[in-house]
């Protein structure tokens, strides 16, 4: 369902953008001028098919398998022998064009998430950081982008929790209570203000919640029982 959704906004955003764009010697039709519109459209797809389904894993960005860190990018970046090379650089020049399409049409909010979302496969951080807040803001504060967001903040961080990737953690747990990374997030955010007794409850509740073998489990237990250990040693102090 997902992709018919991300098809219809598609042609719609071809049109429009189409329509926008200046008429070659006042024609009605111009090849050059639907080749120019549907670029960002084909560019976002090719994004999506290449990196795989466009929804958000639960689990936060720094622990996914699969997705190289800024390091490890930076490490094979001209090395043709990585397995992942050919598809990093089908991937690079896709960001080319979505970068230049952004340009002549910035309110395209499928080739700002198709920026982000491309720029984390290839490690740059910094980049997906500021297209994530442009396609935020287009979004119309959409709770699954928030938390999206709010990751790839915190990732860009080193996992400290500022005070927007706080505002945007609260905002997708009140819009989805449910939602498993955001209540993740929320206990971290307890225990970075030094709550470790509130934080434990939190990550306890969201580990019974947890489907098994969800790739969040392992963070999560992590995360427990380290605050275990904390609560332990402030009740022996005491």
Same mark, same amino acid.
């Given at each position: 369902?997902?992709?018919?959704?991300?098809?219809?906004?598609?042609?719609?955003?071809?049109?429009v953008?189409?329509?926008?764009?200046?008429?070659?010697?006042?024609r009605?039709?111009?090849?050059?001028?639907?080749?120019?519109?549907?670029?960002? $459209?084909? *560019?976002?797809?090719?994004? &999506?098919? /290449?990196? +795989?389904?466009?929804? @958000?894993? !639960?689990?936060? =960005? #720094? %622990?996914?398998?699969?997705?190289?860190?800024?390091?490890?990018?930076?490490?094979?970046a001209?090395?043709?022998?990585?397995p992942?090379?050919?598809?990093?650089?089908?991937?690079?020049?896709?960001?080319?064009?979505?970068?230049?399409?952004?340009?002549?049409?910035?309110?395209?909010?499928?080739?700002?998430?198709?920026?982000?979302?491309g720029?984390?496969?290839?490690?740059?951080?910094?980049?997906? $950081?500021? *297209?994530?807040?442009?396609? &935020?803001? /287009?979004? +119309?504060?959409?709770p @699954?982008? !928030?938390?999206? =967001? #709010? %990751?790839?903040?915190?990732?860009?961080?080193?996992?400290?929790?500022?005070?927007?990737?706080?505002?945007?953690?609260?905002?997708?747990?009140?819009?989805?209570?449910?939602?498993?990374?955001?209540?993740y997030?929320?206990?971290m955010?307890?225990?970075?203000?030094?709550?470790?007794?509130?934080?434990?409850?939190?990550?306890?509740?969201?580990?019974?919640?947890?489907?098994?073998?969800?790739?969040?489990?392992? *963070?999560?237990?992590?995360?427990?029982?380290?605050?275990?250990?904390?609560?332990?040693?402030?009740?022996?102090?005491?």
């Amino acid at each position: 369902m997902i992709w018919i959704g991300l098809s219809v906004l598609a042609v719609l955003a071809s049109s429009v953008l189409y329509a926008s764009l200046p008429k070659n010697n006042d024609r009605t039709f111009s090849v050059r001028r639907l080749a120019f519109a549907t670029a960002p $459209v084909v *560019a976002a797809l090719g994004i &999506y098919i /290449l990196i +795989g389904n466009p929804t @958000l894993p !639960a689990q936060p =960005y #720094a %622990d996914r398998a699969g997705e190289r860190n800024l390091a490890a990018a930076a490490a094979v970046a001209g090395n043709v022998t990585d397995p992942n090379y050919k598809t990093d650089q089908q991937i690079r020049r896709l960001l080319d064009q979505i970068v230049l399409s952004l340009e002549v049409n910035p309110r395209n909010l499928q080739g700002w998430i198709a920026l982000a979302r491309g720029s984390l496969r290839l490690g740059n951080i910094e980049r997906a $950081v500021a *297209a994530f807040a442009q396609g &935020y803001a /287009l979004s +119309g504060h959409n709770p @699954l982008l !928030a938390i999206e =967001y #709010a %990751d790839t903040r915190i990732t860009a961080q080193n996992g400290q929790i500022d005070s927007t990737s706080r505002d945007l953690v609260l905002h997708a747990l009140g819009q989805m209570p449910n939602h498993l990374l955001a209540r993740y997030y929320y206990g971290m955010m307890l225990k970075q203000d030094d709550k470790p007794q509130q934080a434990l409850r939190v990550l306890r509740d969201l580990s019974r919640d947890l489907p098994k073998d969800d790739p969040l489990g392992n *963070a999560t237990a992590t995360e427990i029982q380290s605050l275990q250990a904390k609560t332990d040693a402030l009740t022996d102090a005491q």
